[in-house]
């Protein structure tokens, strides 16, 4: 084999946005890094673009407006999907997929909804799938599942998945501001869209954790499933409470795999300020996972953005350039792909979720109300860990930690607590995890 040059690869790229220039720039910038480490080199044959980006020499490259003419083009072997969306995206992965061609993509939506019909397809033609971009942008996250702790049980997985919401969290705890407030900066730097919905309200991280989740537990994806909850509801005073108790309020994404079936949720969630995740600030990712063998190991990095995410996508696109050389047979992510092959895997709601719970609620500084809303959680088995009670003239805040407790039993006590004529309003509810 010595000698003997293997042709090259050749990528066509749809979308030429944030994530698509910063891919096209490495393929330029590290070609001869490149090609030394994959054996041959990778070419971007075509590019699919409504227009040009600025920061991309394209002037050699053959360009079209039209997205299919790449998934059509009988030179290009691997089609980079960066266009974003699931319903043209999809036609075009399928497209790509019934043509014999790879596929590469940033788009965690497709996926995570569509993701089960997509691996199918490309198992049958035999072609990969590969989407390490579609997760924490420029951490690895995949491929540290898939391959460095492949050989753990993962016990559980939490990250911090969305550096929008990790930015206004970390700026309500640092800085006593308020959730709009924070909200309003996040959009003038960038960091949040007009609607911030899918990041605030967890819709982002919900179809990263759907696609983490399959991968560490081999179940089929699915992200209608997990269950989701923002942080807009969330308090300075929250933030506040919960440093006086020594936590932190962060936005996470959590999958753990219990006796009953598998846990997927998004949620606030106080953690020790001890734990590792509590200091991944701004709108930085992390994710922390616990195998079995090695114990919990964390991954941190860039979520986002041109290159750390261009990156990733490069990552994966010499990924399938090193199979179409070696051609082994595993293309496609092993998940079970029919819902009989689950083998009594299933995921839990909510309300079958233990953990401990954080409570803020406003009461009329009274005599008896504190022991009423005790006796309430007593009677649905729920135990105390610590209360803060302030003094006041009117309502004041009562504050109260318990130990861990299923979420149904939760939800009969909050019911019940707000039912009294001493609490005004609804009770916040935070969970806690002991990520340890």
Known sequence: MWGIV??????GICGLGTVGSGTFNILRNNAEEITRRVGRSIVVEQIAARQVNPTCDTTDINTTSDIFDVANNPEVDIVVELIGGTSVALELVLTAIENGKHVVTANKALIAVHGNEIFAKAQEKGVMVAFEAAVAGGIPIIKTLREGLSANQIEWLAGIINGTGNFIMTEMSEKGRAFEDVLKEAQALGYAEADPTFDVEGIDAAHKLTILASIAYGIPLQFEKTYTEGISRITAEDVSFAKEMGYSIKHLGIARRTAEGVELRVHPTLISHKALLSNVNGVMNAVMVKGDAVGPTLTYGAGAGAMPTGSSVVADIMDVARTLTADPTNRVPHLAFQPEQLSNENVLSIEDVECGFFLNMK???????????????????????????????????????????????????????????????SVQRIRVENLA
């Open 363 to 425: 009461i009329q500084d009274r005599a008896g109300v504190l022991a009423n809303i005790t006796q309430i959680l007593s009677k649905n088995g729920i135990s105390i860990e610590s209360v803060i009670q302030r003094e006041g003239t009117d309502l004041v805040p009562l504050v109260v930690m318990t130990h861990d407790v299923k979420e149904r039993n939760m939800n009969a006590a909050i019911a019940e607590i707000e039912a009294l004529p001493d609490v005004a309003g």
């Open 6 to 11: 293997l042709k090259p690869v050749k990528v």
